[in-house]
């Protein structure tokens, strides 16, 4: 099988991602968004919330130059 730029197959493929994509978004917007407390290295605790505080906005929140 040869790929080229524009391939049908990535095309499907893309396709097939994006459906997947869209349910797992609907499944993750249904679980209840709760308060949680985020400990970091050096003991500072942060509040957080589950299912929306991910690593890179804990650092964002912390420092813009530590999130890059």
């Known amino acids: 099988m040869k790929f080229t730029k524009n391939s049908a197959f990535l095309k499907e493929r893309v396709e097939i991602w994006d459906e997947m994509y869209a349910k797992q978004v609907e499944v993750y917007k249904a679980f209840d968004r709760n308060p949680i407390k985020i400990t970091l290295p050096d003991g500072a605790v942060k509040d957080g919330t589950s299912f ?14 530590l999130a890059k």
């Open 52 to 65: 929306e505080s991910t690593p890179f906005s804990v650092a964002k929140a912390i420092s813009s130059q």
